[in-house]
T-cell receptor, first 112, second 118 residues
Framework: DSGVTQTPKHLITATGQRVTLRCSPRSGDLSVYWYQQSLDQGLQFLIQYYNGEERAKGNILERFSAQQFPDLHSELNLSSLELGDSALYFC???????????FGPGTRLTVL | DQQVKQNSPSLSVQEGRISILNCDYTNSMFDYFLWYKKYPAEGPTFLISISSIKDKNEDGRFTVFLNKSAKHLSLHIVPSQPGDSAVYFCAATAYSNAGGTSYGKLTFGQGTILTVHP
């Protein structure tokens, strides 16, 4: 158990819908990262927050957004969902950006 | 453009033998490298890391070697155990080259499926 929690574990929804994925970092970690793992793309970095502020963006679609709240938990919002958004979404956290990242168990999103 | 590559999709090893997993990178700005292990239906688990100022780092049965001139790193597992069977991901980041702010963005390889047979 890495100490990073993600909810829900599984999510099944339809095209065009909007979903929110939630992540609680390890106690004491200020930095949160979101990654997407799809069959053809592997693990891809989406976005990073540090103590509530966005720090870096990767290959994140404009339909996707994220935020980190004052209690340091983070949410990833995916809207206008398409079939290709079906993937595993992982959250990771670290004390600061130079520290080792520890991953949560992931949320499996299926878009039908 | 795949900046981190694991060219072997799979590796099969006998229990007790050495497992060697390889990883190549192209971005010379990368200065920190990590290996993660992943079981099905779980998140990646951190195994071992190495800074670009070193060429070797050991932790129990796991050793990571870094050859900067070849832009190549490898993970050695000795002795291999059936419980080591998993997908192994190599990852790289550029801690000290991120414009004064350490971003920590990890770039992952595609993974290698390791199977250790009893």
């Amino acid at each position: 158990d890495s100490g990073v929690t993600q909810t829900p574990k599984h999510l099944i929804t339809a095209t065009g819908q909007r979903v929110t994925l939630r992540c609680s970092p390890r106690s004491g970690d200020l930095s949160v990262y979101w990654y997407q793992q799809s069959l053809d793309q592997g693990l891809q970095f989406l976005i990073q927050y540090y103590n509530g502020e966005e720090r870096a963006k990767g290959n994140i679609l404009e339909r996707f957004s994220a935020q980190q709240f004052p209690d340091l938990h983070s949410e990833l919002n995916l809207s206008s969902l398409e079939l290709g958004d079906s993937a595993l979404y992982f959250c990771a956290s670290s004390v600061d950006p130079k520290d080792t990242q520890y991953f949560g168990p992931g949320t499996r999103l299926t878009v039908l | 453009d795949q900046q981190v590559k694991q060219n072997s999709p799979s590796l099969s090893v006998q229990e007790g033998r050495i497992s060697i997993l390889n990883c190549d990178y192209t971005n010379s700005m990368f200065d920190y490298f990590l290996w993660y292990k992943k079981y099905p239906a779980e998140g990646p688990t951190f195994l071992i890391s190495i800074s670009s100022i070193k060429d070797k780092n050991e932790d129990g049965r796991f050793t990571v070697f870094l050859n900067k001139s070849a832009k190549h790193l490898s993970l050695h597992i000795v002795p291999s155990q059936p419980g080591d069977s998993a997908v192994y991901f190599c990852a790289a980041t550029a801690y000290s080259n991120a414009g004064g702010t350490s971003y920590g963005k990890l770039t992952f390889g595609q993974g290698t499926i390791l199977t250790v047979h009893p």
